[in-house]
């Protein structure tokens, strides 16, 4: 049997989604424009008269999406998603930037957590977790996308320099080359940060001249 994308979200988070016009967008795009594309991977049906393709989900695929949409609530941006999914590395980058920003906190800037449920979410990540044969724990109260939110939206917004220092963070944590380089270009501006912020500065830093010592070390072996 096949549902929608309507019809998952309200098999697993008994949400309206056609009440929630930016959340249906949002997992448009994690979806993608072509097939494997994306980070979501429904069966597209050709529709008869053009336009969109109709996009339909089976059973064995509700875990995944649940994990994806839970993920997103924390992450944002689809290449942040695929790299915690795919790249253990990145993954324990990520969870530890969340246990150092959380701390023992049930709320930032409005989005509410079960802490014990998160406890669980975050050890969860921090293991080699099936992703598409097991739901993750929902850290939620409520999914901060209802309020057009994210956790790192969140935090990020808590201090100064709080629009600066997301940016930096959501280019870092999209794992690409141009926006490591953004990433490192912003951090250059921000002197006066500290705690986790401070800590993922430098990190930034150092990724991006080790990046720049090897493309240099390349462009010698070429000559």
Same mark, same amino acid.
């Given at each position: 049997?096949e549902y929608? %994308?309507?019809?998952?979200m309200?098999?697993l ?27 979501l ?26 994990n994806?949409i %839970?993920?997103? +609530?924390?992450?944002?941006k689809?290449a942040?998603?695929k790299g %915690?999914?795919?790249?253990p590395?990145k993954r324990?980058?990520?969870v530890?930037?969340l246990?150092e920003?959380i701390?023992n ?6 989005v509410?957590f079960?802490f014990?449920a998160?406890?669980r979410?975050? +050890?969860?990540?921090?293991?080699d977790f099936?992703f ?5 724990s929902n850290?939620?109260?409520e999914?901060?996308q209802l ?5 790192v ?6 201090g100064?320099?709080a ?8 280019c ?12 490192y270009?912003?951090?250059?501006t921000?002197?006066?940060?500290? +705690?986790t912020?401070?800590?993922?500065k ?5 990724r991006y001249n080790d ?5 240099n070390?390349l462009?010698?072996f070429?000559?």
């Amino acid at each position: 049997m096949e549902y929608s %994308i309507s019809e998952v979200m309200r098999k697993l988070f008994n949400i309206e989604l056609s009440h929630y016009k930016k959340l249906k967008d949002s997992i448009a795009t994690l979806e993608g424009k072509e097939d494997g594309k994306g980070v979501l991977r429904p069966k597209r049906i050709p529709s008869p008269i053009g336009g969109n393709d109709k996009r339909a989900y089976t059973v064995d695929q509700f875990d995944f999406l649940h994990n994806v949409i %839970i993920l997103q +609530g924390f992450f944002p941006k689809p290449a942040s998603i695929k790299g %915690i999914v795919e790249k253990p590395k990145k993954r324990k980058d990520q969870v530890q930037y969340l246990i150092e920003a959380i701390g023992n906190r049930t709320e930032v800037a409005g989005v509410q957590f079960d802490f014990e449920a998160l406890k669980r979410f975050l +050890g969860e990540l921090q293991t080699d977790f099936a992703f598409n044969d097991q739901k993750l724990s929902n850290p939620f109260i409520e999914l901060p996308q209802l309020k057009e939110m994210s956790v790192v939206f969140a935090l990020n917004h808590e201090g100064a320099c709080a629009k600066d220092v997301m940016i930096m963070m959501d280019c870092y944590f999209s794992d690409d080359a141009q926006e490591l380089e953004r990433a490192y270009d912003i951090a250059q501006t921000l002197n006066e940060v500290t +705690g986790t912020a401070a800590k993922y500065k430098s990190m930034i830093e150092s990724r991006y001249n080790d990046a720049k010592a090897f493309d240099n070390m390349l462009d010698i072996f070429k000559r």
